[in-house]
Structure formats: C-alpha cells, structure tokens
C-alpha cells in the first residue's frame, strides 16, 4: 500500500511516498480504507521537529493523526464495529497519511451519519480538543459567558459550536467584518474585531468590566497575556498555545486557575485514547443534530499534495476552517 513519509525531522520536502506492507487486523483492531486526513498545527510542529516527544519515537514516521474512512476487515475479537462502517478517530501513534491503517475499535467513533466521510477527518483532533477544554478542564456550565480567541480557526470555530450546544453565552474575537459574519452563522452571541477595540473596551461593553466567566485562547503569545486580563477575578483561563514566556503577576492578583489542554499527552494511555472516542460519539450527535458543523476550507489537497498542503498552511495562505488531504 501507498503510505507517506519522513525519514528526519524537517521542511515539507521531507514527504516522501513509499510502497509498505498492509498491515492486518487482530484481535479488537479494525483495518481501515483512509478516506481523508486533516492538517493541523501540530502536524507541522512534529513534522519539523519542534515536539518530538509527542508523537510516535523511531524514523521513518507516517505522520497525521485526524483520519476518517471504511472498514474493510475487522479482528477476530472486533464487536462494536462491522466490516462497511464509516469510522474517524486518532491515530497518533500510527498515522494517517497511507492508504490502510490499523486502530483498536475501542478508540474510534462512527462517523456522523449527515456528514461527508472526508469532511469527517477534519472534526477529530479539534472536537476533541475543544471538548476537553471547555467540558472537562473548563467545567464550563450552562449560563456562563466565555471568550473564545480566533472564533474561525480549528478548534476555535468547533468551541464556538460545543459552548452554544451546551448552553453558554458565547464571545468570540476575530480580525475582519467578513470573519465577524461568519461567526455569527455559527451562533456566536457578540463579536469583536480585536483590531478594532481593546481588551478593556470589550470587557466594558459585554461584561460591564467584570471580565468572563472562562476565556478559551487558541491563539497563544500576547494573546494568552490579554486572556488574564478579560477574565474575571478567580475565573479560569483554557489555553491550547502555551510554549510561550509570560509574566504571571495577573494571574496571582486575580486568583485565576491557568489549564493547559495538550490531547496528545492524553493518547499516551489506552484509558485517554478511550475518552477520545466516547469525545467523538458525543461531536457526532451533536453534528446529527445540526447543532455542529465544521467549517471547511475551500481548498483540498489530494496525498500527493501533501507538500504543498503543509506549506499553506505554514506560509498562513489560510483564511479560515480546516484543510483536507483526501485519498485518492
């Protein structure tokens, strides 16, 4: 089978297509046709090396985690999946970018039933990331008003979905009145450019200067600085971009609580990577329920492209929503 590599840590030159073997399923593993794969930050950082303790240890690597397909063969002990489903999960450890992968049932998800297979690859690392920072370390309750930085990038257009279908009051900041319209057809309840009002501004204007109940940033730098300043005194701060310098004082004189979501650290244990999947089966409802939707970029990329798809997203040609390698 046709399976994309990199021999070394590097630029996206570092792509190279290999013929390797299919792998076979045993036991509780289903094997899975790839459909697509999604591109994320994340994949460009261990590509070049920036976290290389977070993804799998020896060269060569297959790298993507997000993936959605069709099983085509399931182990002997397989109960929760059939040969025909469409399925989409992580696959950390293992890959994505190869025509066939094979995964534990236990840690993936049907695929939502109303969704396009290959749009399903763009949900799983972003859902699950919004899901447990905004549910699981946010503890985030119906009623509470959260600030959501870059309402229109990965994860932060996926929270923007999560916190409304959970029933949060819901800001979000963006950088353009055309980012502005399409927050608002996600349900956001106020929007502001930050190009245009400053963090005291907009925390006057919609919490008459008490701050936020939480502020998830998912933007990192200075932007995790203006997140201690619009939330309120003893609220929580959720940031998923933290390999950063910061000075703390804010943080001790508001009495604030600081979580840092990193779900590859969670795939390390089988335990972590089950959570994940139960994550999915809740995004897929909500998906089903038309109360989720991703937004997906207009620009697709096929596994040949991979190159070219790492340098858009790296060279920031991206606007908004989650680009799609497709597999065929």
């Not at 999604?38 to 460009?44: A, G, H």
């Amino acid at each position: 089978m046709k399976a994309i590599l990199i021999h070394q840590y590097g630029d996206s030159s570092e792509f190279k297509t290999s013929d390797i073997s299919r792998p076979k399923p045993k036991g509780n593993e289903v094997l899975v046709k790839v459909s697509a794969t999604s591109i994320n930050p994340i994949d460009t950082k261990i590509r070049k090396g920036v976290v290389p303790n977070a993804f799998q240890p020896n060269f060569p690597m297959i790298l993507h985690s997000d993936f959605s397909g069709e099983i085509v063969e399931i182990g002997e002990n397989v109960s929760r999946f059939s040969v025909g489903d469409f399925v989409y999960g992580l696959n950390v450890f293992g890959g994505a970018l190869s025509d066939f992968l094979v995964i534990d049932e236990n840690v993936i998800s049907k695929t939502p039933s109303n969704l396009p297979i290959e749009e399903a690859a763009s949900l799983p690392l972003t859902s699950i990331t919004a899901w447990e920072a905004l549910v699981d370390r946010g503890n985030m309750k119906k009623g509470d008003h959260i600030l959501i930085h870059g309402g229109t990038g990965g994860v932060g257009h996926i929270a923007i979905q999560v916190a409304k279908a959970l029933g949060a009051i819901v800001s979000t900041t963006v950088s353009s009145n055309e980012k502005a319209e399409l927050v608002r057809s996600l349900g956001v309840d106020y929007v502001i450019n930050y190009k245009e009002e400053t963090v005291d501004e907009y925390v006057g204007r919609l919490t008459d200067g008490k701050g936020f109940d939480i502020v998830f940033d998912t933007v990192g730098n200075e932007n995790l600085d203006k997140s201690f300043y619009a939330v309120k005194a003893g609220g929580s701060v959720l940031a998923i971009a933290a390999r950063s310098t910061h000075d703390l004082t804010i943080l001790h004189n508001k009495s604030l609580s600081l979580h840092v979501i990193f779900i590859m650290l969670t795939q390390r244990t089988e335990e972590g990577r089950k959570l994940h999947a139960a994550i999915l089966n809740q995004i897929a409802s909500l998906v089903e329920d038309n109360k989720l939707k991703p937004l997906i970029n207009p620009k697709c990329f096929t596994f040949d492209q991979v190159k070219e798809a790492h340098d858009y997203l790296e060279n920031k040609e991206i606007e908004f929503g989650k680009v799609l390698i497709v597999n065929k």
